[in-house]
């Protein structure tokens, strides 16, 4: 029987209600009283060095009240990288400044240089377009490969190479790894490229300075999922401000998918003009800015090595990746293709050697970061398209092999050889159940019609793991991170018995609102309409870290039944004193507390009142109220995994591929909300068919964005996709945090790329195109025609 | 957007005359000067709206070739020209999305001629007449490349006259983002002969492929153009297709068209 509220119930959404009707409260809804509108005036070429800029004119437009440039930022600091990745020789990463506004030179198309604040928006635009710049253009440098060629070519003076760092994984396997392959009966090697992407929010990014000269105190409006690590950003290394001075509200977002995670120069020049101003300054990004300025995802180009046995059993797996970084580091860029990345190249296998090595590379082109996956779709592509590959040179079946290799489950927790501990897990069943739900055994009949209708029909498989709910601080210390990766939320019990909890996670589409307050009311037996979820302020919410990597049930959840326990323990004390009867006799059920074995009780509510009437109270030994915040800071990662089925018909005469298939089997730990899993789950392998077959940031040899609009740059429709069965039936609980849950937010971005494109291969070769062995993403129908052709 | 006056006028010589006031330019569904103005590519002073104008609009008979207004929008072709003309209904309701079909126009679309637009597909496969307050235009001297058309400064397309072919079939292949035509082949067979017009693959614009009209002409049938090819050199290349996947589409198309028209 589904469950009508509480965890497990497929509770709809409650903040849809405000969506749907057009009450939500997005940033670009805020009107401040007295507020004027920047204009920022980016780079239009993709390298230059900025001689001068004449704002003269600028300045004596109508409603014109500042004009800001780079140079009235130099003073401030740089926005800083969250992770320090050292070379493999022991060398520190190299991290340029990333100014507020450029100076000196401009290095991307869209790199902003200069603002303009006026009375609206129009004048400010047309402000905008008097001022003069003199930049000098100087060569671009956007392939990679050419970057760490050419010394020549510098996108900051001080980098030869334009390498960040070259990471080794584990640096000391790389001599065994070696030494596997040259002793492997069978090699298989990949080259392939892991496309750029723009990450296409919604919602562009926005944001609102308000400076108080009566207080001195700064609020920022703004598009983030991080609230807390923005002010951060924004007090302590760029504008030098005192925390507690600073308070940055993310309200209502819509939409991120990593892009909002980090912090943007505009934010901090919309600050500082609210401050020369004394007026509220407001921001809003159009479409174009958004493709051009927002950090984009991926960018990969890899060439990977799988060694096996004939039987296909895999000996070793080695992988050489330029990952750009674009221009400027952007706060996790680090991370994304090494921790996030390297570290996940076993996969859900039990490959015994492992060797990753990953350079980091500055090019002209827009920053790079997290983007829905962050690094594991990365890794799951190239680790799934090599196993595919090496199945079709040795002629095994490629369901086969994965089984085969497939970490059992009773060897968990596992260690790899890339340095995680998977902590439970049952490949085996997910894969079982994938072929049951995806009806391998119809697809022959499927494709045999398929055929009628002049139509190739190909089979695709992926079994996938991830690591999600970031994660150990003091792991991650270890690895780099300038940050720790913990959560926080406190529980208020009101007087009257209802419930605010203040959560360190943002909700910027994911249904926070509605999940966490099924679980509250779970654990505290209260309706969950008595529940309100508080989110995103950072003068309400504790210090939490904010929302991406999956984490925010697994470590922001778990704050939170962490304070309900301490709501419960405190509840106890008080219930024992109000029925005189010892601590360790209250069992606390269904929202009361009653002395065991008796019918004596109180009520949830006669408790919380009682905190704040305390009458009849033990106040010698117990504060008063009843609000307690906890903590959390987990113990690993949680590792969800699942196997993913693609099919696809190919029309061999256009190259046009239709995904006509897609099934996932998930195991995502305990789920708290099916509905919204699925949900997730749908939205990710959209993007990640987005990925596989549309979507691609294409830049020219001179750093010009050819997919700068959605009349180049594909995203996937509802016509593009095909229903998707999904199951998360064969659920291993996470054990190591306490609602057991392992975190589903990105897992369908992760899994689906390589299923498609395997799907795409497997068709081609069924229908006798064999010596088609890769195609790069995204398989467009004129690529996939012109694969046909040679 | 920069600033403009706007007029509405309510007769085709009301607009000529607006027309000719400096920096002014006609406003017909504004699905592709709008976007252009908003981005600041365009400026017009001022913007004369042409679907005030009551003989611009609808689809009728006359002398039994179908008469679409100039200032028609794509859903009410796609809706009224069925029964008369049903390739020609199908190519207005596969342009865009509802709303852009709601509000663009056959006018508009021949007058910007955009090189990956549906309708000169059409226009030139049919061999229709594009009239304007002060002439008649054939389809074969209307397209003159990208972007360029026959129209003077200032001059309106008031209607378009298709002659009703006794088959037809119009086949787009979708660009992946803009869903305009990455290559669209109309293919009309007529009593004199087979006409073929290719948009969205020439860098010069909509075209006729001769070759195939021959042989088509001669027998209607896929199989009549299996041979052919088309040169790719004066093809579109760019990130969604290069030339010569595009003169493929070209000649799939075709044979698609033959099969499909009705
Ligand atoms: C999202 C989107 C998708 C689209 N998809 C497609 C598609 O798949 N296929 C396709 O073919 N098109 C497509 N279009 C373009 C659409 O068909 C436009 O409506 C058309 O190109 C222009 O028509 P309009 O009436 O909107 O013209 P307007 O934008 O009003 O005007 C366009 C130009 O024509 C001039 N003009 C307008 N009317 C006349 C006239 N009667 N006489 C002389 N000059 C005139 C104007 O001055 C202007 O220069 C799409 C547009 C959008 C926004």
């Not at chain 1, 009966?185 to 919604?202: C, F, G, K, Q, S």
């Not at chain 1, 330029?322 to 039990?350: C, D, I, W």
Request: hydrophobic letters at 40%; a negative charge; charged letters at 20%.
């Amino acid at each position: 029987m589904p469950k009508d509220g509480g965890i497990g119930a497929s509770t709809i959404r409650r903040e849809d209600i405000r969506f749907l009707t057009g009450k939500g409260r997005y940033t670009a809804d805020i009107n401040l009283r007295g507020q004027a509108y920047a204009c920022f005036l980016r780079s239009e070429v993709a390298h230059g060095r900025i001689n001068r800029i004449d704002t003269a004119e600028a300045r004596a437009m109508p409603g014109v009240l500042a004009v800001m440039t780079g140079a009235d930022f130099a003073a401030m600091g740089g926005n800083p990288a969250g992770w320090h990745i050292p070379s493999r020789n022991g060398e520190a990463m190299k991290e340029p400044k990333r100014p507020v506004l450029a100076h000196g030179k401009v290095r991307h198309v869209g790199d902003a240089y200069a603002v303009v604040v006026a009375e609206t928006l129009e004048q400010a635009r047309d402000a905008a377009g008097a001022i003069v710049a003199d930049i000098t253009e100087l060569p671009a440098v956007v392939d990679m490969a050419q970057a760490v060629a050419n010394p020549d070519l510098r996108v900051h003076d001080e980098i030869a190479n334009n390498v960040c760092f070259d990471w080794g994984w584990i640096e000391d396997n790389r001599a065994a790894v070696d030494a596997a392959f040259k002793a492997a009966p069978h090699v298989t090697t990949l080259e392939l490229v892991n496309n750029r992407l723009v990450p296409n929010a919604m919602e562009p990014r926005a944001s609102i300075g308000d400076y108080d000269s009566g207080t001195g105190d700064y609020k920022l409006y703004t598009t983030s999922q991080n609230p807390h690590l923005s002010r951060l950003l924004i007090a302590a290394f760029v504008m030098g401000i005192p925390e507690n001075k600073l308070t940055v509200i993310a309200p209502d977002v819509g939409g991120g998918f990593g892009s909002k995670i980090y912090h943007y120069g505009e934010e901090a020049a919309v600050l500082a003009a609210s401050k020369a101003l004394n007026r509220p300054v407001k921001w809003v990004a159009d479409r174009s800015e958004s493709f051009l300025s927002d950090a984009h995802g991926r960018d990969h180009v890899t060439r990977i090595e799988l060694a096996t046995d004939l039987e296909g059993n895999f000996l070793a797996l080695r992988t050489e990746t330029l990952a750009n970084v674009g221009a400027y580091l952007s706060n996790f860029s680090t991370a994304t293709p090494t921790f996030l990345h390297g570290t996940l190249m076993a996969g859900p296998y039990r490959t015994p050697l492992i060797y990753v090595n990953v350079k980091a590379v500055f090019t002209n082109t827009a920053p790079v970061d997290a983007y829905r996956g962050a690094g594991r779709p990365e890794a799951t592509f190239s680790i799934e398209r090599v196993v595919d590959k090496m199945c079709r040179e040795l002629k095994l079946d490629p369901v086969a092999v994965r089984r085969k290799n497939l970490i059992q489950p009773d060897q968990f927790p596992y260690t790899t050889p890339v340095g995680l501990v998977y902590d439970t897990g049952n490949y085996p069943a997910t894969l079982d159940k994938l072929i049951e739900i995806a009806d391998f055994s119809g697809f022959e009949a499927r494709r045999a019609e398929s055929a009628r209708r002049g139509k190739l029909r190909g089979l695709g498989l992926s079994t996938w793991i991830e690591a999600c709910g970031i994660a150990p601080s003091n792991l991650v210390g270890v690895l780099g991170a300038r940050v720790g990766l913990y959560d926080v939320a406190t529980v208020r019990v009101n007087a009257t018995g209802n419930i605010s909890v203040m959560t360190g996670a943002h909700s910027h589409g994911q249904g926070h609102e509605t999940v966490f307050a099924q679980i509250v009311s779970d654990k505290l037996g209260i309706p969950a309409s008595s529940i309100d979820i508080v989110h995103g302020d950072t003068s309400k919410i504790p210090f939490g870290m904010g929302s991406y990597g999956s984490r925010s049930l697994a470590v922001g959840g778990s704050a939170m039944v962490k304070a309900v326990d301490k709501i419960i323990a405190k509840g106890k004390k008080i219930a024992a004193h109000m029925l005189e009867a010892a601590e360790d006799d209250i069992v606390f059920e269904d929202g009361k507390f009653s002395v065991s074995g008796t019918d004596k009780a109180k009520t949830f509510g006669e408790i919380a009142f009682s905190a704040y009437v305390p009458h009849n109270y033990p106040l010698e030994s117990l504060e008063p109220g009843l609000e307690e915040t906890a903590f959390y800071d987990p113990a690993n990662f949680t590792y969800p995994a699942g196997a993913y089925a693609c099919e696809v018909e190919v029309d061999a005469e256009t190259g046009r591929v239709e995904v006509v298939g897609f099934a996932c089997a998930d195991d995502f730990g305990n789920v708290m909300n099916p509905m919204i899993v699925n949900g997730q789950v749908h939205g990710g392998v959209a993007q990640g068919i987005g990925q596989a077959l549309l979507e691609a940031a294409a830049y020219d040899d001179n750093g010009q964005l050819l997919t700068g609009s959605y009349m180049d740059y594909a995203m996937p429709r509802a016509d593009d996709l095909p229903m998707f069965t999904v199951d998360h039936s064969c659920n291993t609980p996470c054990t190591h945090n306490p609602l057991g849950v392992k975190g589903c937010g990105e897992a369908g971005a992760i899994g689906s790329p390589p299923a498609v494109v395997n799907a795409v291969i497997d068709a081609l070769h069924r229908g006798g195109h064999t010596k088609v062995t890769h195609i790069n993403m995204p398989l467009t129908p004129s690529r996939v025609w012109s694969a046909i052709q040679n | 957007m920069h600033n403009f006056d706007f007029v509405k006028p309510s007769s085709v010589a009301d607009a000529v005359r607006a027309l000719s006031a400096e920096g002014a330019q006609a406003l017909s569904g504004g699905q592709t000067l709008l976007p252009t103005m908003k981005q600041r590519l365009a400026a017009p002073a001022v913007l004369v709206s042409l679907t005030g104008i009551a003989d611009t609009r609808g689809v009728c008979l006359d002398n039994g070739a179908l008469s679409v207004g100039g200032a028609t929008a794509h859903a009410v072709v796609a809706q009224e020209a069925r029964k008369y003309y049903p390739a020609l209904a199908d190519l207005a309701g596969g342009i865009g999305d509802p709303a852009v079909r709601s509000r663009g126009t056959i006018g508009g679309s021949l007058a910007n001629n955009d090189p990956s637009a549906c309708y000169p597909a059409a226009v030139l496969a049919s061999g229709a007449t594009v009239i304007t307050d002060r002439r008649r235009i054939a389809a074969d001297d209307f397209f003159q490349g990208m972007f360029a058309t026959a129209l003077h400064d200032g001059e309106i397309i008031t209607s378009v006259v298709f002659p009703i072919p006794e088959k037809a079939a119009y086949v787009k292949f979708n660009q992946p983002a803009s869903r305009f035509a990455l290559t669209g082949v109309f293919v009309a067979k007529y009593g004199s002969g087979v006409r073929v017009a290719v948009t969205g693959a020439s860098a010069n614009g909509v075209f006729r492929w001769t070759e195939a009209e021959r042989a088509l002409s001669a027998s209607f049938t896929p199989a009549a153009i299996a041979g052919l090819s088309l040169p790719s050199d004066s093809m579109i290349a760019d990130l969604h297709g290069s030339a010569a996947y595009r003169a493929n589409l070209a000649r799939v198309l075709t044979g698609r068209g033959v099969a499909s028209a009705h």
